[in-house]
Each structure stands twice: as structure tokens, then as C-alpha cells.
């Protein structure tokens, strides 16, 4: 028998055309949509407002996925970690950040390990495993909701984005339908390290907020901690940046971690200043998280202050992220998708 199709694999425009197929009208798509990712409905007899034949045809021809975590973890500050355990036993993790005023922010990820090699982060280790499929990224939010509301969402998990650029931007078009999880896209974030020719690409594609983890204002030190600075420098990333600020009229955010002795100094908040003074663009910095077998540590807190006093008293919007779920490898560039060390949320 033929491998059933995943609906969740779909977009509203490749549910239409497929439902095209079958002799459906266009309409179908939406209500089906609405089914499955409103409604949560996983078994097509459930969907009262589809024809009887069709549902049955559904359920013969096709599936809905969902994802249920492995493994939930907890931090002491509110953060919770979901590791899930994908059809090829392939693992990934997701994020639950508390916030002060809103909703949780999660974070999600769209590979199983990753390709680019970033010296600081954990998930680089593994290399890239393989990309997620549309399903096992839109499924990530599914889960996170069904724990609780998510305010924002922020592709900075395992995986770098514009690597899988494509099932991305289809992940993407469910999370902003109205019928489908209905984010405005001011509320999504994709983060790359900087692809340059996807990042020209993207703003041509669909409309997300764009976060580039930069963590060095000049190509020795940024090669020295980013690979990918080697294929595309300093002055090929930030014109494109720049670029990508004017034709999206948004404000790009460039992420610094601060590490002690490597990119923490005023030399370098000096031309970090120089560096993005042609981008509308914000600088949010990260001290550090350190994690088993990392040669880094983390600044001091008067060098910390230092540097981001230096980039706002020259005008820079410079911000300073609380590193959350620290004591459970949940934070930025921990995320490892293993399932040893694991310590269990518990029941509540
Ligand atoms: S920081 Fe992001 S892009 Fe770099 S290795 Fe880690 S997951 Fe990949």
C-alpha cells in the first residue's frame, strides 16, 4: 500500500491543488486547515462539515501528524525543553521562554543538527543530521500550544533556517494563515548565521522578522568563531542586511554573543558601531552560556555593561538578553537534541 500522505506536509495552496485532484473545491482547503490546526482534529471522522465520501477517502489517502515530546525539562526560571523523538528516531528541541509582560516566546528548530559549524554552539557537534520536513516544524508550535500560549515564535533552535529555506518559508505560510495557527508575521523571527543569497532571497519570499547572529564586528574574529564568514565576509553580509532592512522597511536584529577575551573588548564595540552604522537595525547581546567541552566563558558583568554602554551612548538600540534556561542546556547554542542528562518536569 502507498505511504500515506501527510496534510501537515501541506500548504493552503498545495491542500487546493490536491484537493484539485480529487474533484474538491477550493473552499475545502480552508476548512480543513481549520480542522486540523484549530480544532487540533487528527481523525478526518471527525470533521462534521466534510462530506462522509470525502472523509473517507481522506482517512484512506492521507494522515495528520503530530509530535508529542520525548521528554519535557524545566528550568528554575519558568523555561521548559521539549525534546522530540522524530519518525526516523532522528531527535530535535524546542523552547519555552517565560516572559516578563507576554505571552512565552518559543523557539524551534528547523534541522536535525546543523551544517555550519559555529565554534560556540552545541548542536553545531553533530553536524547536520537532515532537514526538517514542513510537518516537523509546524508540529513543534502544534506541541508548545497544547502546553500552553505562545506570544512569538523564533526560528533559532537547532539548524540553520535558510538552509532549508523552502520548507521553512511552507512552514511559515501555516504559521501565518488565519486558519492555520493565525501568527502575524511581526511576531515570527528567523534567525541565520548569514547566508547571504537566501537572505536576498528571503525578502523577495515572505515577510518575517530577520535576526543574523553576528558575534563579531571584524572577518578574523568572525571566521574564527563563524565558518560561514569565510564564504561570505563582513562586507558581503551586511550591505545584504542593509538591503534586506530598506525592501522589508524592518529593522534587522544582530545577535552578539559576548565571549570572554574574544569579542567583548571596546576595540571591537568600536567597529561593531562602524560596521552597522548603514543598517536600520537593533544589537541584542547574549553573555555566553556555557555548556559541557566549550573552550568559552562568559564576560564579566562590568564588561558586559561596558560594552553595551558604549554601543548605546553612540546611538545603537543595544539590548541585553537574559540567558534563560541556562541549568537545563536550554539556552541559546545549547541545544544538542540528545536524550541523556535528562531531568523530567515534574507531573503537574
Ligand atoms: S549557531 Fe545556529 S547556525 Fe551556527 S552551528 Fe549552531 S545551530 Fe547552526
Known amino acids: 500500500m502507498e505511504e500515506k500522505i501527510d496534510l501537515k506536509n501541506m500548504t493552503h495552496e498545495g491542500l487546493v491543488a490536491y484537493l484539485a485532484e480529487l474533484g474538491q473545491p477550493a473552499f475545502r482547503a480552508r476548512q480543513l486547515i481549520k480542522w486540523i490546526y484549530q480544532q487540533r482534529v487528527t481523525d478526518f471522522a471527525a470533521m462534521t462539515n466534510v462530506s462522509k465520501a ?14 508529542t515530546p520525548a521528554t ?9 525543553k521539549y525534546l522530540f523523538q522524530l ?83 511552507d512552514a511559515l505560510n501555516i504559521i501565518f494563515l488565519d486558519e492555520g495557527l493565525g501568527y502575524g508575521a511581526r511576531r515570527v523571527t528567523l534567525s541565520t548565521c548569514g547566508l547571504v543569497p537566501e537572505i536576498l532571497a528571503l525578502k523577495d519570499r515572505i515577510k518575517v522578522n530577520l535576526a ?99 554601543l548605546l551612548e553612540r546611538g545603537l538600540v543595544a539590548t541585553l538578553r537574559a540567558g534563560k534556561g541556562c541549568d537545563i542546556d536550554a539556552a541559546c547554542g545549547q541545544l544538542k537534541g540528545r536524550m541523556d542528562k535528562v531531568a523530567q518536569c515534574a507531573a503537574e
Do not use: W
Not at 54 to 67: F, G, H, N, Q
Not at 102 to 113: M, V
Open 212 to 310: 543574523v547572529s553576528l558575534n563579531a564586528a571584524d572577518d578574523q574574529v568572525r571566521s574564527r568563531l563563524m565558518p560561514i564568514n569565510k564564504r561570505y565576509p563582513l562586507a558581503e553580509l551586511i550591505p545584504a542586511c542593509a538591503e534586506f532592512a530598506r525592501a522589508t522597511k524592518q529593522r534587522v536584529t544582530f545577535e552578539y554573543i559576548l565571549i570572554k577575551g574574544v569579542n567583548d573588548s571596546l576595540a571591537m564595540a568600536k567597529k561593531l558601531v562602524k560596521l552597522l552604522h548603514p543598517v536600520r537595525c537593533k544589537v541584542n547581546l547574549i553573555a555566553f552560556n556555557e555548556h559541557q567541552g566549550a573552550d568559552f566563558e562568559p564576560p564579566d558583568e562590568a564588561t558586559i555593561r561596558a560594552f553595551q554602554e558604549y
Open 87 to 169: 519518525e526516523d528516531d532522528a531527535t530535535i528541541e524546542a523552547v519555552r521562554i517565560p516572559m516578563e509582560k507576554e505571552k512565552a516566546t518559543l523557539c524551534i528548530s528547523t534541522q536535525a543538527g546543523c551544517a555550519m559549524g559555529c565554534v560556540f554552539c552545541m548542536t553545531a557537534t553533530t553536524g547536520l543530521v537532515r532537514n526538517l520536513s514542513v510537518a516537523e516544524i509546524v508540529n513543534q508550535v502544534c506541541a508548545a500550544l497544547a502546553d500552553g500560549p505562545v506570544g512569538n515564535i523564533v526560528l533559532m533552535g537547532m539548524g540553520e533556517p535558510l538552509h532549508n529555506l523552502d520548507n521553512v518559508i
Open 54 to 67: 470525502l472523509r473517507d477517502e481522506l482517512s484512506v489517502r492521507c494522515r495528520i501528524s503530530t509530535l
Open 72 to 80: 519535557v525539562q524545566c528550568s528554575h526560571d519558568g523555561t521548559r
